[in-house]
């Protein structure tokens, strides 16, 4: 029998659940509003010993975000198929350094620390009816906990897997990195090649510690009926530093993520970058927000789009500065490669209060300029060459953290995208 | 000098160029052989830089009437990496900026990637790249700089015929020996003297880079032909003397 809980542990989740009570059916403020009732939740399924022991198919669709079944260049692992945790494991050298678990393992383990400090505190139940629906049907999601002073050079990999068509995954993920470690945490969410429609709405809550850094990579591998909410709250203490890296270089129903950094500390940083490809007929809309509200924190946000066929791709950014020693950027560029598709690139800045805070963006949405592609051509570089490289160079955003297997990922993208352009 | 003259490399006849709907060249003719270096001169909106961009086959420089041909090739319907492939290379007088492309990767693709880190360093350090080669081509170089990243990647492609649109200027002192003394190893390959193949085109309005480079002849372009050929420093000398109108049919000029 665990204990149970202290009254104030307690009222604290009654009151998540009253909240998220009521905003079930609350929709978000952008994005196209999804049925959420018309998904089951994700089946359970069998745990397993290996990663090897996945099946082929899944093993090569999980590749195209970065995670290996072959653990040898990774720390820790967690892979959730459907609604089970199938495999979760630190490798030896990090065993002391890195706690891996499901977030409801996590709750059920450290029930008063995780709802004191971590639980639905970066991210309020009642945003939405996605939160909501986390809220009060989670089904699981990774807890992943880097111990003070532990640098981890190798990728903690994570893995939120759908297998089913017409269900939702309801994820609630939680990162904490003490203060003055380390790590570098890789995340792919992916559906298996004969998943149809469903919903994936992700709460990830991430704290970052006194001089601690997170650099979180995320690959997109949804598949065309594929509808995706995260909602992403981060908090940053003092001198610590948050990198946030989103690539997305599949068709998607539509997503729609708008992560916040809270810098709440002292001289603490948070940095957005990313890659999207708009493809199909994808609903794209992505952004960032920074509240600098730290003395001296700073944030950069670098955003690349490409979008091409039908595909609608809303590129956001907002810096709110609200101390007077803050400085943010926003670097947003898009190329728009099809007649048929729509790129917004909406930057937005507001200081609250802060007359020191400087804050800047440059938003630019135009082609590839025909006199580039002419100057690599008088090197020797035929025409669809000239223009992938150029592309490539537009979209190759200086990436920390970035795997190997991403960037050809990218690279390849580039290539077969720039081909239909010509 | 062998007796034997050497075969043109470049063949221009009877060249009309026309940008949007006025006519800039008028019956160009110049021949350039094997081991040559010509300078171009002219007034400024004269047409040189025309008569540069058509030989590399800019888009938006139509030939009306006349020919370019180069090896015996008749470069209409090449396209622009073709001619370059054939041996033909240019540096601008205005190269434009490439976001995301490294001076570095320009450098790899018009050596065509037979550039070993040797070959790169030796670039380096003739040039003094230092970090320009990380940086976005052409963003934010310096006048200096832009025409000393243009040299490494005529200096890496070795082209056949090399073209300069005014190498010198917006260059000091110290950085014109810089860029003069790659022409010179461009256009003279040091080690190769008894080959000498490779020809160029130099425009120049100083002719500051001829302190550097020997050439051979110098042709003034004026009202869309070439109106005179003759010694180079001789005829700059006249030009800045008198003025281009007075030069053009003066008795220094061989007349055409
Ligand atoms: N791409 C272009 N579009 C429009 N006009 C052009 C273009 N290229 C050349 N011209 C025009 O053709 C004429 C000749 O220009 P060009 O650049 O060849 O002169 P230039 O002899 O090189 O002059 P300078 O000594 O000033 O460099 C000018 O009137 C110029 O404006
Ligand atoms: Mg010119």
Redesign the interface.
């Known amino acids: 029998m665990p204990e149970p809980l202290s009254p104030k542990a307690q009222q604290r989740l009654d009151e998540i659940r009253v909240a998220a009570e009521a905003a079930i059916d609350k929709p978000a403020a952008l994005g196209p509003d999804v049925d959420i009732t018309r998904f089951r939740t994700v089946s359970e399924q069998q745990k397993i010993e290996s990663l090897e022991s996945l099946q082929k198919q899944v093993k090569e669709t999980v590749i195209h975000s970065g995670f290996m079944a072959d653990e040898t260049d990774r720390s820790a692992s967690y892979f959730q198929m459907d609604r089970t945790p199938i495999y979760e494991r630190v490798q030896k050298a990090f065993d002391d350094a890195i706690e891996i678990t499901s977030t409801e393992d996590a709750l059920r383990l450290w029930p008063e620390e995780m709802i004191e400090k971590y639980w639905w505190r970066a991210v309020m139940p009642d945003k939405d009816k996605y939160t909501a629906l986390v809220a009060l049907h989670q089904t699981e999601g990774y807890f992943i906990r880097v111990k003070a002073g532990r640098k981890v050079e190798k990728p903690i990999q994570a893995c939120l897997f759908v297998s089913e068509s017409n269900v939702s995954q309801n994820v609630h993920n939680i990162i904490i990195v003490e203060d003055g470690a380390e790590a570098n945490v890789i995340t792919g969410c992916n559906v298996h090649v004969d998943v149809k429609e469903g919903l994936h709405a992700g709460i990830s809550e991430f704290y970052v510690g006194k001089g601690a850094k997170l650099t979180f990579t995320m690959v997109h591998n949804w598949a065309a009926d594929f509808s995706v909410r995260p909602r992403t709250g981060v908090v940053v203490d003092d001198d610590g530093i948050y990198i946030n890296n989103y690539v997305l270089l599949t068709p998607v129903k539509s997503i729609q993520a708008f992560p916040v950094a809270k810098l709440v500390g002292a001289r603490s940083t948070a940095v957005f970058n990313s890659i999207v490809y708009g493809l199909k007929d994808s609903y794209i809309d992505l952004g960032s927000e920074s509240q600098l509200i730290g003395e001296g924190s700073r944030s950069e946000a670098v955003a690349r789009t490409v979008s091409m066929d039908q595909s609608t791709v809303y590129s956001r950014g907002r810096l709110i500065g609200r101390t007077n020693d803050c400085k943010a950027h926003l670097d947003c560029r898009g190329i728009v490669q099809s007649p048929e598709s729509t790129q917004w690139a909406i930057p937005d800045l507001a200081s609250e209060g802060a007359p020191g805070a400087e804050l800047s963006h440059e938003a630019a949405i135009s082609p590839i300029a025909a006199e580039e592609i002419y100057y690599l051509m008088t090197r020797g570089l035929p025409k669809d060459e000239a223009i992938s490289m150029i592309t490539r160079g537009f979209v190759n955003i200086d990436i920390p953290g970035l795997p190997d297997v991403l960037r050809k990922q990218i690279d390849k993208a580039i290539e077969e995208t720039s081909k239909e352009a010509m | 000098m062998a007796s034997e003259k050497p075969a043109p490399l470049l063949q221009i006849e009877d060249l009309h160029v026309s940008v949007g709907d006025r006519e800039i060249l008028r019956g160009v003719d110049l021949t350039i052989g094997e081991g040559e270096t010509h300078v171009l001169l002219g007034p400024n909106g004269g047409g040189k830089s025309t008569l540069l961009n058509t030989i590399?086959g800019?888009?938006g420089y139509r030939i009306t009437q006349g020919r370019v041909v180069f090896k015996g090739v008749d470069l209409a319907g090449l396209?622009?990496?073709e001619r370059?492939?054939l041996g033909i290379?240019?540096a601008?007088q205005r190269?434009?900026?490439?976001?995301?492309?490294?001076l570095r990767?320009?450098i790899d693709?018009?050596a065509?990637g037979t550039l070993d880190d040797e070959a790169m360093a030796a670039l380096d350090e003739d040039l003094s790249l230092g970090h320009m080669l990380e940086r976005?081509v052409n963003m934010g170089f310096s006048g200096g700089e832009a025409k000393r990243s243009e040299m490494a990647?005529l200096l890496a492609?070795m082209p056949d015929l090399a073209l300069f649109d005014e190498p010198e200027s917006g260059v000091d002192l110290d950085n014109i020996a810089v860029v003069g003394g790659a022409m010179n190893a461009l256009l003279k390959g040091e080690e190769r003297i008894a080959e000498r193949t490779r020809a160029g085109l130099i425009i120049t309005h100083t002719g500051h880079i001829l302190e550097y480079v020997n050439a051979d002849v110098a042709h003034v372009l004026y009202s869309g032909r070439l109106a005179c050929k003759g010694n180079p420093l001789d005829l700059i000398e006249e030009i800045s003397s008198h003025g281009y109108e007075a030069c053009v049919g003066c008795k220094l000029c061989q007349s055409l």
């Open positions: 590399v800019m888009p396209e622009i990496d370059a492939r290379g240019i601008f190269p434009p900026a490439v976001r995301g492309v490294k990767q320009m693709v018009a065509n976005d990647q492609q």
